[in-house]
């Protein structure tokens, strides 16, 4: 935000493809650039492409500070460990460089979605700029949707700024944010600005599924059911599931492991994902690399992996409450094979985050998976819960909860089982939990029902790891939910708050 914004484009290739897994980009000015569609057209390749720096550090701003993940190890001395113990036990300092990272990336693609708007004139095909448009606001609201979870009050950007006037801007309150979220997903929905579906050769872009779900979702975060945007977003989550096919049996449903098959990318359950493509292109996925066991000898992946997003003790007792959830290997492993000694490694470093791990990956950071943003699941989860909350335990309700537990191969609820409102919101907190485990959404959930502070001190205090700390885990307080404002850009604008307890 400090200097003029600078855009990513598809400089190495005259592209007319829009295949977002396919090409890396280089940096030129966007006023030196812009001239007809297709060079607004590689900018919006160019948004997109700013989502493989967001995705990159948003385990640790999630999933990290919740009760599926923690650090490995304690009392490490590297810097990573530190960094890592600061965000697991949500103790942050103001100079996090993972925090400032990740925020950092959020503006990056704010900024790359306004150039897209700002330059929209030069498209003089009226479908294709309605899409152009329809796809950056899309990326706006999604980026300031993190911010505002996240950071509470944030500078709101939707136009080209300047060193000087960013030098003096100040955070908006977070009823601006919100109102700018809903304005850009409303227009996107209720104008049809994108296409009903993304044909093969465009996936990864956004469609107007992708536009209700998140609209639908913002709604639940921010209204409760007494308010008429609730029962819009159960109405949005229905259209989206009708498109879908409206699936009310796990059989209509993708099996769960290969719904994140690489040989299976863009399936039915999709419905939208951050594109990798390996091959040494700068476009491979980094979360093989992040996640695999260290030292695992190339039994798990090659190189030096990182070992992040360790799986929790109670994320493994959650699943094992539900014996021969199909969804727990698939997520995790608390084992592997070396197969130079003929021997089970079934140790403390042996548990890995397996859900997005590429064992045929040939270099590092250079993985095939893609990362899924939206699914099917989430939807018919959130669409089960919207149900409940406006209307009490319903058999409608209840269709979308057990195709989900059917298609895990555990058994289905009867409306005997969940009398209550209450039983029922419950039991799809905690399907949500398994079914969309270390995919970024967590922590958002713990917020968005208000139960995040207790949940993570009831973790803090019970998972065993935490007890062999040279210090006691004091119990964390509602502010700490929030990052602090990173050090830098407050040493840019001294009149700018920091959030409180920081």
Request: hydrophobic content about 40%; glycine content about 4%; proline content about 4%.
């Amino acid at each position: 935000m400090k200097k003029n914004i600078i855009i990513v484009i598809a400089a190495l290739f005259g592209l007319s493809a829009c295949n977002l897994d396919q090409y890396p980009y280089s940096e030129v000015a966007a006023d030196e650039y812009v001239k007809d569609a297709t060079s607004v057209n590689n900018l919006v390749i160019g948004m997109y492409n700013g989502l493989y720096d967001v995705v990159y550090n948003e385990w640790a701003m999630t999933e990290l500070r919740s009760d599926n993940a923690r650090m490995r190890v304690n009392n490490s001395t590297s810097q990573d460990s530190k960094l890592i113990e600061q965000l697991d036990q949500l103790v942050v300092l103001t100079a996090n460089s993972w925090v400032q990272d990740y925020w950092d990336a959020l503006y990056v693609a704010v900024n790359r979605a306004n150039t897209v708007i700002a330059n929209l004139d030069v498209v003089e095909d009226a479908q294709q700029r309605a899409r152009f448009e329809g796809e950056a606001r899309f990326i706006r609201a999604w980026m300031y949707f993190n911010l505002v979870r996240l950071w509470g009050p944030v500078f709101v950007v939707t136009s080209k700024t300047g060193a000087d006037e960013a030098r003096y801007m100040q955070r908006s309150p977070s009823s601006d944010v919100w109102a700018l979220i809903e304005e850009d997903l409303e227009a996107v929905v209720d104008e049809a600005l994108l296409p009903a579906s993304i044909p093969s050769n465009d996936l990864g872009r956004a469609d107007l599924k992708a536009a209700k779900a998140l609209l639908a979702k913002v709604y639940m975060t921010r209204y409760k059911a007494a308010d008429a945007k609730y029962s819009t977003a159960a109405n949005l989550l229905k259209e989206v599931l009708d498109e879908c096919g409206d699936p009310t049996t796990g059989a209509q449903l993708v099996p769960y492991a290969d719904v994140f098959d690489k040989a299976n990318e863009g399936n039915a359950e999709i419905i939208l994902a951050v594109r990798y493509r390996s091959g040494n292109l700068g476009i491979g996925s980094p979360f093989t690399t992040l996640y695999a066991p260290i030292n695992n000898g190339g039994n798990v992946a090659i190189g030096s992996p990182k070992h992040y997003n360790y799986p929790s003790d109670n994320i493994i007792s959650a699943f094992d409450a539900n014996p021969g959830d199909l969804r727990k290997d698939v997520c995790l492993q608390t084992s592997y094979f070396n197969a130079t000694t003929g021997t089970l490694v079934d140790n403390a470093n042996a548990r890995y985050c397996s859900k997005f791990i590429d064992p045929d990956m040939t270099s590092e950071w250079d993985a095939e998976n893609d990362f899924p943003i939206i699914r099917l699941a989430d939807v018919l989860l959130l669409y089960a819960e919207a149900r409940n909350e406006l209307e009490g335990p319903s058999a409608e309700a209840l269709s979308r909860l057990n195709a989900v537990r059917e298609r895990a191969g555990i058994p289905a609820y009867s409306l005997g089982d969940l009398p209550s409102k209450y039983a029922f919101r419950q039991a799809v907190r905690e399907e949500r939990r398994l079914e969309l485990a270390f995919e970024n959404q967590r922590f958002f959930d713990l917020l968005r029902w208000g139960t995040a502070v207790s949940t993570i001190n009831a973790f803090l205090a019970g998972e065993p790891f935490y007890a062999a700390y040279d210090y006691v885990v004091n119990p964390i307080s509602e502010w700490q939910t929030l990052l602090p404002i990173p050090v830098s850009v407050i040493n840019i604008n001294k009149s700018v708050a920091q959030n409180p307890g920081y």
